[in-house]
């Protein structure tokens, strides 16, 4: 079987517009057989069947990729480019979004798989938007303190060189990135709608502020609007691909508290910015102090603080590149010599096996999962595509930087 | 030798009018000799040269005991009474406060002796009132906010039936206070001036108010000015006595940040209120947030969570009763024996000696010397009057209530 880049990428683009970004069911059939394969088996609905019947509407109006192909006109005509995990500029840092996906809280990790292509506007490399990030989340029905507090402390954060990663939304967000402009600084906007529909109205103009200098981005395809499910799933790429969240104002209920919580499973820096607590917009932010590990921070220094050496020195949750068995940890080569292919054991069933403890079968297998040596079948596992048979079309996720770093 | 309660007593009294409460090396004294003969050794020279020279002008001016006698008197002309440790009423947990003395770092153990004596005005009984009791501690130079949560906080605190524990001063004390009174709680106002003399002006009448139901108190004599250094000795026996204390405002440099420090140590319940990160009035809280092990508490039910269901099971630092070999830990007895009688040996000898661990033998020494079976002397150990020569005038500190409870 021959491996066609462009045919994969395409595949890549198609996935964009037949179903919701972050599904795990299309993450690991991905992981299992490549873009490709992928696509032909939803196509004859040889795939999870929640999974044919999303794709089908948009299936049935015509070939994915000439489907694929007219995106990728459009992306063009848009002044924009779809960056895919082939592409080198991918911020390979959201590919641990698996991690959540896999082993996550039940109310964390629905819809969190990476994203199978992004629209990007902006002549920045995504990656390199990514390397140094912070992002600054919080409430839209925000104070005047709150948008106070996020423009002096994106404003502080960008101007130390550190890109500033929100959601382009009214209130804190807005605040941030035009903190992060007033420091002549760069920023990036995540969209939860078509990167040509701008969210919320009257954003146009800074939104295009945003991209002469930072980036616009989205997983949705152009045209897609926000609809409120969108905004929890963009949030996973807000947490995954910063080096820490900061949380500047939220209500009791909101979305940031799941950036917040999603950027702690992924080791991340998590903090959030105390206010009066007479405000309601404050409460989100003490209960994030109170129940979860988040540090205080009164502003850019604190955050800098905490993100800067530890975050540059951070710890990503322990994995092995898609290509790379020989850096299996013993652990994970252990675990993964009791894993069958063909034959679904639970990772109890794989621990009693090789002898390790459950605890330690179940911290090892997402990792191998992520790895692309296992996948999970329903509540099992047995070995993936990467050990017995490559996945023909596999790439490696970190593009052609391997070979020029 | 007989044992005079009457005297022992007095002693104690003459003392708060001799020296400035919290020295350690009266307190040494003391437990080493009872405050018979401690006061017989300042008299006669034969004690540390700087606590002789300390009480010399005082002890000049007249006979020790009439100064007490006179005292006593005038503590009853004032509506007062004077609390020694051999009272019931005496808050066993102040005690605790050798350990700061003996083990704390540096800057937080000056002056932080258990007091010899305290003046009362109100009639509840001082250990009953400290019993279920949180600080409210923070700024004079509070805000409108600031002033506003301490009171809200101590309405809500007292009216779940604890007793606000405060300084008596401008800002955050008097709003803790009035909260208290405003919820028909009680309250309880440390002074560090004579209670005859209240401080600041303009407090009488808040004063009058608070003894009517709970207690104004103070270590110092009535006459006694309010100095900076008081106020900082003062605030250790406000940690001491509390199960908990809450910083509502404080700005960079506060008092309020030392009784928070000697809080933690005395394994107390410590929280702060946090506020806007641009206000200079919540820096110590959001620095407390940070760099300490504060909780951070919105109101009263925030505290009340913490000091509570935990503060009432809470273990105090391991110690034992004055009068009661018995209940040695065998650790505190293994160590007990590598004491010697004369030779002064360090923590490091004495646990060599007996074959424990340094960790071992340095935390089960001060809590010999708080005992009374060891002795500090500069940077040693050795036995202290309870074991081979006990103390004749040695008092139960708990007193009567070891016959009544």
Redesign the interface.
Known sequence: VSIDPVRVRLARVAFGHLVEPGRRDLGELIRRHGPVEALRRIRDGAANEGLVAAAAPRLAAGDPYELAERALERAERLGARIVTPEDAEYPDRVEQLVLISVDGPDRLRRDTYPPTCIWVRGAWELAEACERSVAVVGARACTA?GE??ARDLAYGVAERGWTVISGGAFGIDAAAHRGALAADGRTVAVLACGIDRPYPPGHEGLFDRIAETGLVMSEWPPGADPHRHRFLVRNRFIAAATLGTVMVEAHARSGAAFTLERAGLLNRVVMA??????SAA??GC?RA??ESNA??V??AA?VIDAVGPIGLALAPPEWVPANDQDRLTSLQARVLDGVRPRKILTAEEIAAAVGVSDRDARAALPELVLAGFVVVVGAGYRLGGKRDRPAPEAVDPAGPRTETG
Chains 1, 2 share one sequence.
């Open positions: 303190y106070h507090v910015v105390p206010g009066p607590v007479t404050s409460i003490h102090l109170r540090i205080l009164a502003g604190h």
